[in-house]
């Protein structure tokens, strides 16, 4: 027997027998010494016999096995401990995202369609029962309150440049309250985003969030101004076509004078053909240039439209650098976007709005909450993770979300252990603990590892 066949062979039988050995622990039990076989009555225990009138062991009713019933898996039996676990046949599916329920407490903010700064603000509650709530409203920099409404008053937090106008309200079920707020600012020429929310009774858990943003009338309808990038592009593209033209006018004119000696001959009077050549030797003809006169303008010409098209491409790239925004392209996803309080900014998963930044006041270590909105805007469930989200100092430190005071604020739930769902929102606080009396000035939230991000600066 050739060596190949041997070697094949013993090979094959050492696959079956390991085979054999794999399969044994799925295999049927064996049948305990003294048991009845298969398909025949059994005889009760002697704890279990039930004694008749007689005092005679009873014993116990059975019934006969169905034939037609499909033998027993022998997969379904139980493994034996010694032996790792097999792997589920088919994956498990992941668990659905569900969405939070609607806040019984909704807030909507409107601008007021006045030359000055105001705004509508409804507090509606939907329960059943009343509800104590505090509604606050964060002012822009430089911002502060002209009329304020249904008792409302002005307040400026501990530590912070930025204004407030805060009310204690009363909300009977099933009703809305309307407050009305008129701002006075240094410029009203600038949009002014004014965030609202709505916190429970502590002032710290909020119900719901929302946010306008005033546009001036006269802004409005005033022309739109031509941005310069378009005026720069427009003067390379005149710079260009003057250089082509030129080109083609020396061309032309090159052409031409070329042109003149044939034309000439072709129409004199004389006797005979331009061929065969004469035999006389013609003089030498020395080759014309072009005049000085028009090489120098041409050269300057195309020399200084090289010049400022490369100037002005080198400018435009430039200024579109931000040396402080995250990179928005190669291994990250999504544009890095940069905003301010109550402004919704998208990035790769998720919407943020940051409507409130809070410190503690007079301590060394010391914990800022935010209040943010963040909506799902994929048609997928997303999770995030509290590692990601930080809080910038003036010093140029960072810290991350406080997980444990994250929870402690959202009433023992981990807002980071279960995904959202596809197009839903929430509102919820962000601890984040701090070393110093300064305040964060810049808060960086993301969806995932990978995505740009969004930046909020602080008031």
């Not at 491409?313 to 301010?340: C, E, L, N």
């Not at 809080?391 to 979300?401: C, I, K």
């Amino acid at each position: 027997m050739p060596a190949s066949t041997r070697h094949h062979r013993a090979l094959a039988a050492i696959v079956h027998c390991v085979g054999f050995l794999t399969a044994l622990p799925v295999l049927p039990a064996a049948t305990a010494p003294g048991a009845p076989p298969a398909g025949q009555p059994q005889v009760a225990a002697f704890g279990e016999r039930h004694h008749g009138t007689a005092g005679r062991p009873h014993v116990a009713a059975t019934t006969e096995p169905d034939p037609t019933a499909p033998a027993p898996d022998p997969t379904m039996l139980t493994p034996d401990p010694a032996m790792p676990a097999a792997p589920p046949a088919a994956p498990t599916p992941t668990r659905l995202a569900v969405p939070p329920p609607a806040p019984r407490v909704s807030v909507a903010v409107a601008p007021a369609s006045s030359s000055e700064p105001g705004y509508h603000i409804e507090v509606r509650n939907a329960g059943n029962a009343p509800v104590s709530t505090t509604v606050r409203q964060e002012l822009p920099r430089g911002a502060w309150a002209n009329s304020i409404s249904n008792g409302g008053r002005m307040v400026r937090p501990g530590g912070s440049t930025a204004t407030a106008v805060t009310w204690q309200l009363r909300l009977p079920p099933h009703s809305t309250t309307t407050l009305d707020t008129t701002l006075r600012a240094a410029s009203v020429q600038q949009p002014l985003t004014a965030p609202a929310c709505a916190f429970a009774g502590d002032g710290r858990q909020p119900y719901d969030c929302a946010s306008a943003t005033w546009t001036s009338p006269h802004a409005a309808t005033a022309a739109p101004q031509e941005p310069s990038g378009w005026r720069d592009q427009a003067s390379a593209l005149l710079v260009g076509a003057v250089a082509v033209l030129v080109l083609g006018v020396v061309g032309l004119v090159t052409w031409w004078r070329n042109r003149r000696p044939v034309a000439a001959a072709l129409a004199s009077d004389g006797p005979g053909r331009i061929y065969p050549r004469p035999a006389a030797p013609r003089p030498a003809h020395r080759r014309r240039k072009p005049p000085i006169w028009l090489i120098v303008p041409v050269a300057a010409t195309v020399l200084a439209a090289t010049i400022g098209t490369a100037a002005w491409t080198a400018t435009r790239r430039v200024a579109a650098i931000d040396t402080d925004s995250q990179p928005t392209s190669g291994g990250w996803k999504g544009t890095g976007v940069t905003g301010s309080l109550g402004e919704p900014l998208r990035e790769d998963a998720f919407e943020f709005t940051v409507y409130r930044m809070a410190c503690e006041p007079g301590q060394q270590v010391r914990r800022c909450q935010a209040t943010v909105g963040v909506r799902n805007v994929t048609p997928e469930h997303q999770s995030w993770h509290g590692k990601l989200q930080r809080a910038y100092l003036p010093n140029g430190n960072w810290v991350t979300t406080d997980e444990s005071a994250t929870r402690q604020a959202n009433q023992g739930r981990d807002v980071f252990a279960e995904p959202m769902a596809a197009g839903s929102r929430m509102v919820l606080p962000l601890v984040f603990t701090v070393n110093g009396r300064a305040a964060p000035e810049r808060l960086e939230l993301r969806s995932g590892v990978f995505s740009a991000g969004v930046r909020v600066d602080m008031p």
